[in-house]
């Protein structure tokens, strides 16, 4: 497809500055079965070129699904006429830096390939999820998904770039839903759609499947029984299932740079992060270490390269609590005189890449898990999240868990069903008095972070350790 895409690019009848051509081409399998009955069955495909065009310190995107010389040069046509007509309203000119050239090859770590398992062999799978759900009547409802995509994407351009990059994607998911009368509880596998990773089957078939299967049901029938979540302010530990929605909503949204901007405001919201915080604003405490790193492998956002030519690299956005660096792309940096991260991202061969997150992690600290929860006199631990409520500036939150367990005198007691915390970004954040170590630190990751206007729901991935917040105001369903 290089070959292809250089020759279309050499055709090309365009005056600009910088051409560039994004090819994708995707196919999707979604499997959901609900009690034990197969519920969804779909294969997607889609394909197409994305044309960018530099004029004037402009750029224009136009996209096309037929890949021919005259269907690209049309779209090349309409790009440049967008770039011009844009270029009387530009804000800041777009350098001819932030397109840099790219020569580079990824593929996903694999183990075990899709066609590892039959598709009857999945059904059958998740079918016997469904079943292990079942511990109780008590359930009433069950449901197993399994959602595998194999995505490449080709990127050349008139500066020389000849890039090529293969992802096998995966993502998981399982829960059982309980009753008693009123009561409902829902338990899942860290929450809805959490297990997701670049690899193959060995991520649906885990040596501990069937053991964490039959516990998730088995938490569902707990929490029935179980006392509400206190209303207090008191230590909170979160597990790194729920670590993934903390860093997701309070630090990886506030520092996307187009929000700080002001570019997102229409459609999500801004940022309480101004321009002058970066290199000095204390965002947290001094064991807040959080990186962008695409080189994890078998993260769910893991590349070599982002949608413009970028070279990924591991970098820290907040370092011992001073906030460094934004998420952004290089005309993002330009526009707003601050570093930011290869973290320009597009959701499909038709929409133009914009800022988003990639890998957002927390850094491991010291103490296992044990050692961890021994360090707590009187405190809360929660896991999985269940729902979530913050306001458009990423300053005030609202968080609800699946499930959680009191902390008395250092050690886990009883379980207490809808728990919930709530706090501000920067005090939240500051409050973190102790972080695990690595033997403690799970990636998860989501297929579903929306952003922009036409929506793009982009792949991101979050690693995190156990971590403990001190002086949080916890409560229960009822508060």
Not at 236 to 255: K, R
Not at 276 to 295: A, C, H, Q, W
Not at 375 to 384: C, P
Not at 434 to 450: A, E, H, I, L, N
Request: net charge negative.
């Amino acid at each position: 497809m290089i070959v292809e895409l250089s020759n279309l690019l050499s055709a090309l009848n365009v005056s600009a500055d910088w051409i560039g051509l994004r090819a994708t081409q995707e196919a999707s399998t979604h499997r959901t079965v609900r009690d034990g009955i197969p519920e969804y069955n779909r294969t997607t495909t889609t394909q197409g070129i994305m044309v960018e065009v530099l004029v004037n310190g402009q750029i224009g995107y136009a996209a096309t699904n037929l890949l021919t010389l005259e269907s690209v040069q049309a779209a090349a046509l309409t790009a440049q006429r967008q770039a011009i007509a844009a270029s009387e309203w530009n804000i800041h000119p777009t350098p001819l830096s932030a397109r840099p050239k790219v020569v580079e090859d990824y593929t996903s770590p694999i183990l075990k390939p899709f066609d590892a398992l039959t598709p009857g062999e999945i059904s059958e799978i998740l079918t016997k999820i469904c079943q292990t759900l079942k511990v109780s009547d008590q359930i009433v409802q069950t449901s197993a998904t399994a959602i595998v995509t194999e995505t490449e994407t080709w990127f050349v351009s008139s500066n020389g770039s000849e890039a090529h990059q293969k992802f096998w994607m995966i993502s998981t998911d399982y829960s059982a839903t309980a009753q008693e009368g009123a009561i409902v509880q829902r338990r899942s596998n860290n929450g809805g759609l959490a297990h997701c990773y670049q690899g193959g089957i060995e991520h649906l078939v885990t040596p501990d499947l069937w053991q964490r299967v039959k516990q998730i049901g088995d938490q569902a029938i707990e929490l029935l029984t179980a006392e509400e979540c206190p209303t207090e302010t008191t230590t909170l530990v979160l597990a790194p299932d729920q670590m993934l929605l903390q860093i997701h909503e309070s630090v990886g949204h506030p520092l996307e740079l187009d929000r700080i901007l002001g570019d997102e405001r229409n459609y999500a919201g801004g940022s309480f992060i101004k321009l002058e915080d970066f290199g000095k604003r204390v965002y947290g405490s001094p064991l807040m270490n959080i990186t962008f790193d695409p080189t994890v492998p078998g993260e769910f956002a893991s590349y070599r390269f982002d949608d413009t030519g970028t070279p990924a690299t591991r970098e820290y956005l907040i370092k011992e609590g001073t906030l460094m660096r934004g998420v952004g792309s290089l005309e993002s940096q330009a526009r707003a005189g601050v570093l930011g991260v290869a973290s320009t991202r597009a959701s499909s061969w038709n929409r133009p890449p914009i800022d988003r997150m990639g890998n957002l992690n927390l850094e491991p600290g010291s103490g296992s898990f044990e050692e961890t929860i021994t360090s707590v006199d009187r405190g809360i631990f929660m896991e999985a999240n269940r729902s979530w409520s913050i306001d458009d500036q990423r300053h005030k939150f609202q968080f609800s868990c699946e499930y959680g367990r009191l902390i008395e005198q250092g050690k886990l007691t009883k379980t207490v069903r809808n728990p919930n915390y709530r706090g501000v970004t920067p005090e939240f954040w500051g409050s973190l008095i102790k972080v695990g170590d690595r033997s403690t630190w799970q990636m998860y990751g989501t297929p579903f972070c929306g952003k922009g206007e036409p929506n793009q729901a982009i792949r991101v991935g979050h690693g995190s350790p156990i971590a403990v917040f001190a002086n949080v105001e916890v409560f229960g369903g009822g508060a």
